[in-house]
């Protein structure tokens, strides 16, 4: 599934784009006056392959939700146990990633992709609510201090979960995917692949994550520095730095945004869980990149330079560090308005508006 999604992935199309480019100069406004809109509205006909590209919607959100080995060296204070806790409050609708999908309209998917501890019952919840899908590859990875996070072969089923998780939000008629995560430690293993996929100083690709003091902060630096050192994971191998460093939340959401791309509808990527995950699935399928757009800039040092790396601007910046797909979805508006400009705003011949 992995190689074939892969082969599926093209590059944006290039006449697509041009119609865009040329109608964008035809509607009633000054050239460039709508800014980061107006290449974006472009990208996204290439990813369509069609002038204007279809609206956005309706939207999906896909929380992978992961526990990780390396907890047990003291890089967060929170126990572990909070993942599960959380997939129960998504599922019942009190989660900010909730109230924000409300607001836009947009269904929310939990995977279970590799937690630890026994998962609340699932509460009795409108079939319209967030659903929970079951497809644990492992009780959450191993220290990537001590050993490998997980095997290829879990690296790999990880990605296909999200692949698959990909195709069935298309199949049932989403529009736009959006990413969301969930998995205590788990901006650990993103500063390890964010280091490992743009060679950047673990230092600068670590963050405080939930807000850590200073000497647990010290103490992240330092574990993401000592796995990368006992791995040496190849960038040019993506599958192998998931399995050495990487969560199982991550490689699913390489996958979502794999599986996104090859059915050519964009994915908006959230904070620096999702960014750390785009890293590898350009490493697979550098096309990738034309599906994906960068919902925020997290406040995680981590995102920026994933970003940077990936060649993508985000659309706003507000400080977040929240993950569960929250500025994904505050974003989501800002996507929808570029394209339906192309939709509905008049040209100037058709208007009776005079250029200048």
């Given at each position: 599934?992995?190689?074939?999604?892969?082969?599926a992935?093209?590059?944006l199309?290039?006449?697509?784009?041009?119609?865009?480019?040329?109608?964008?100069g035809?509607?009633?406004?000054?050239?460039?006056?709508?800014?980061?809109?107006?290449?974006?509205?472009?990208r996204?006909?290439?990813?369509?392959?069609?002038?204007?590209?279809?609206?956005?919607?309706?939207?999906?959100?896909?929380?992978?939700?992961?526990?990780?080995?390396?907890h047990?060296?003291?890089?967060?204070?929170?126990?572990?146990?909070?993942?599960?806790?959380?997939?129960?409050?998504?599922?019942?609708?009190?989660?900010?990633?909730?109230?924000?999908?409300?607001?836009?309209?947009?269904?929310?998917?939990?995977v279970?992709?590799?937690?630890?501890?026994?998962?609340?019952?699932d509460?009795?919840?409108?079939?319209?609510?967030?659903?929970?899908?079951?497809?644990?590859?492992?009780?959450?990875?191993?220290?990537?201090?001590?050993?490998a996070?997980?095997?290829?072969?879990?690296?790999?089923?990880?990605?296909?979960t999200?692949?698959?998780?990909?195709?069935?939000?298309?199949?049932?008629?989403a529009?736009?995917?959006?990413?969301?995560?969930?998995?205590?430690?788990?901006?650990?293993p993103?500063?390890?692949?964010?280091?490992a996929?743009?060679?950047?100083?673990p230092?600068?690709?670590?963050?405080?994550?939930t807000?850590?003091?200073?000497?647990?902060?010290?103490?992240k630096?330092?574990?993401?520095?000592?796995?990368?050192?006992?791995?040496?994971?190849?960038?040019?191998?993506?599958?192998?730095?998931?399995?050495?460093?990487?969560?199982?939340?991550?490689?699913?959401?390489?996958?979502?945004?794999?599986?996104?791309?090859?059915r050519?509808?964009?994915?908006?990527?959230?904070?620096?869980?999702?960014?750390?995950?785009?890293?590898a699935?350009?490493?697979?399928?550098?096309?990738?990149?034309?599906?994906?757009?960068?919902?925020?800039?997290?406040?995680?040092?981590?995102a920026?330079?994933?970003?940077?790396?990936?060649g993508l601007?985000?659309l706003?910046?507000?400080?977040?560090?929240?993950?569960?797909?929250?500025?994904?979805?505050?974003?989501?508006?800002?996507?929808?308005?570029?394209?339906?400009?192309?939709?509905?705003?008049?040209?100037?011949?058709?208007?009776?508006?005079?250029e200048?």
């Open positions: 599934m992995l190689e074939s999604t892969v082969a992935i093209r590059p199309d290039e006449a697509a784009m041009a119609a865009a480019r040329e109608l964008q035809r509607l009633t406004k000054p050239a460039g006056s709508l800014g980061a809109l107006e290449p974006l509205s472009v996204l006909a290439g990813l369509a392959g069609t002038c204007p590209p279809p609206l956005p919607e309706p939207a999906a959100v896909a929380i992978f939700a992961g526990d990780h080995g390396v047990a060296q003291g890089v967060t204070p929170w126990p572990q146990e909070v993942t599960a806790q959380m997939i129960g409050n998504f599922l019942a609708g009190g989660a900010v990633v909730n109230a924000f999908a409300r607001q836009a309209g947009a269904s929310v998917t939990v279970d992709v590799g937690v630890a501890t026994p998962l609340p019952a509460p009795a919840a409108d079939p319209a609510g967030p659903r929970l899908v079951a497809a644990n590859v492992r009780p959450g990875t191993r220290d990537m201090t001590v050993t996070a997980l095997t290829r072969d879990e690296a790999r089923a990880a990605v296909e999200g692949i698959r998780v990909a195709g069935d939000l298309v199949d049932a008629g529009g736009i995917l959006l990413t969301g995560d969930m998995g205590i430690a788990n901006t650990t993103a500063a390890a692949l964010i280091a996929f743009t060679g950047v100083d230092a600068a690709a670590t963050g405080r994550g807000g850590v003091d200073d000497e647990t902060y010290a103490r630096v330092g574990v993401v520095r000592a796995a990368l050192d006992r791995h040496a994971p190849d960038p040019a191998d993506p599958l192998g730095v998931l399995a050495a460093v990487g969560g199982l939340e991550h490689a699913a959401l390489a996958g979502l945004v794999l599986g996104a791309a090859a050519r509808v964009p994915v908006l990527l959230d904070g620096v869980i999702a960014v750390s995950a785009a890293l699935a350009a490493a697979f399928a550098p096309d990738a990149v034309g599906a994906m757009v960068a919902g925020h800039r997290s406040a995680e040092p981590g920026t330079a994933a970003l940077r790396h990936l601007d985000p706003i910046d507000l400080g977040l560090r929240l993950g569960e797909g929250t500025g994904a979805l505050l974003a989501l508006p800002v996507v929808t308005g570029a394209v339906r400009v192309l939709h509905e705003v008049a040209t100037f011949d058709s208007a009776g508006v005079a200048k």
